[in-house]
Structures are given as structure tokens and as C-alpha cells.
């Protein structure tokens, strides 16, 4: 029983393409995040949610675009998807904000 | 705002032996502080945490912590490290201010722990 789950693991897509991520936690938790790790390992936080409401939302370009349909899932589209996306996604959740987020497997985008 | 700066990039150990992986941060909030690790090709889950109490925190396999308000330090210690260890580690840091920073997880750059034979 996968807690955080991910889909696709992988994806390799041209400039330009539009591509989403998607993101399922079983763990009935309240609060949802993305996270991008780049090619130097260093995470940041993108956004997180909690109750299907935007909490944080930090400097990331309006390509991204989060989506929750219910606490169970966040999603992530790109838009006009650029060299520089290559990375990898991390999705987590938690119940509350100080507790432990648990994270998904990632999922590796390389944007060719 | 908040920073972490985890002092080692790589630490190299040899079996049973002892290690520290250092962890400075800053912030003008009180914070609480994690450590996660991440094995290859895995997402990252938490090694321990300091929310409050007693500033020694303890693993579930050998790892320990000790909060330093004056210091601001998070450094993680193990006295006997095995191969499974190897690993990245990242220490994280969130302000208990609650409202815009809800959840906020700032990270260190990671450690990668090798442990060799």
C-alpha cells in the first residue's frame, strides 16, 4: 500500500510540450505540497494546500499550475515546458503543518 | 525567512564507525527541524524531528539529533554507522509562526553519507 503515490515515474518531453504530474496520498491527510529537486539535489518548495485551499504559492512561473480536485490529490501541469523544468517532483503530505510530510517516489522530468 | 546551511557536502566513513553530519540554520521565529533521508532513486522520508521538550531527538535506527537554540545548530550523530546508512541526508527547517509559512519545509543542500567497508 503506496502512501504518496506518483504518476508517471518518468517523463521525457520536448520544449514547448505541455505535460502534467499527478499526485495520490491514502493517508487521509489535510495538507498536499510540490516540491522541484534539481539537478544539484537542492529541494524548494513550489506550493502546498491544505483542504483543497493554495496555502503557498512561491516564486514559480505561472507555467506551473497546481490543481486540487480533492485532499487526496494535488496535480501539477506545465505549460510551455523549458530546458530548465528538468528536475525532479516530489510530491508530500501531512496532517497539520508541523507534522511529518511524507513523500512520494518522484517523478523525473527531462525536457529535452 | 529562513535558512539551512548543512556545513559537509559529502562525508566519506568507514563501518562502525562514528559519524556527524552538521546542520546550521537561521531564523528570527522559533523553528521546528527535521532530518530525511534519501536513498537512491527514492523519495525522502523523515529520520527524526525537534517540535518541542527534550532537544535530544532519537531514530528508530541509532540516529540522534541535538537541538542548540544558542548555537543554532541540528547536528545528526551516529556512534556506529553500518553500509545501509549510505544515503543523502537533508535537514529541514519550518517557523511555527503558522499563517503564510504553513508547512513551509526549507531545506539544507544535503549531505551524501558513504560508508565503506
Known amino acids: 500500500d503506496t502512501a504518496v503515490s506518483q504518476t508517471p515515474k518518468y517523463l521525457v518531453t520536448q520544449m514547448g510540450n505541455d505535460k502534467s504530474i499527478k499526485c495520490e496520498q491514502n493517508l487521509g491527510h489535510d495538507t498536499m505540497y510540490w516540491y522541484k529537486q534539481d539537478s544539484k539535489k537542492f529541494l524548494k518548495i513550489m506550493f502546498s494546500?491544505?483542504?483543497?485551499?493554495?496555502?503557498i504559492n512561491e516564486t514559480v512561473p505561472n507555467r506551473f499550475s497546481p490543481k486540487s480536485p480533492d485532499k487526496a490529490h494535488l496535480n501539477l501541469h506545465i505549460n510551455s515546458l523549458e530546458l530548465g523544468d528538468s528536475a525532479v517532483y516530489f510530491c508530500a503530505s501531512s496532517q497539520g503543518w508541523t507534522d511529518t510530510q511524507y513523500f512520494g517516489p518522484g517523478t523525473r522530468l527531462t525536457v529535452l | 525567512a529562513q535558512s539551512v546551511t548543512q556545513l559537509d557536502s559529502q562525508v566519506p566513513v568507514f563501518e562502525e564507525a562514528p559519524v556527524e553530519l552538521r546542520c546550521n540554520y537561521s531564523?528570527?521565529?522559533?523553528?521546528?527541524l527535521f532530518w530525511y533521508v534519501q536513498y537512491p532513486n527514492q523519495g525522502l522520508q523523515l529520520l527524526l524531528k525537534y517540535l518541542s521538550g527534550s532537544t535530544l531527538v532519537e531514530s528508530i535506527n541509532g540516529f540522534e539529533a541535538e537541538f542548540n537554540k544558542s548555537q543554532t545548530s541540528f547536528h545528526l550523530r551516529k556512534p556506529s554507522v553500518h553500509i545501509s546508512d549510505t544515503a543523502e541526508y537533508f535537514c529541514a527547517v519550518t517557523s511555527n509562526a503558522g499563517g503564510t509559512s504553513y508547512g513551509k519545509l526549507t531545506f539544507g543542500q544535503g549531505t551524501i553519507l558513504t560508508v565503506h567497508p
Open positions: 531564523s528570527s521565529v522559533s523553528v521546528y
Open positions: 494546500y491544505n483542504n483543497k485551499e493554495l496555502i
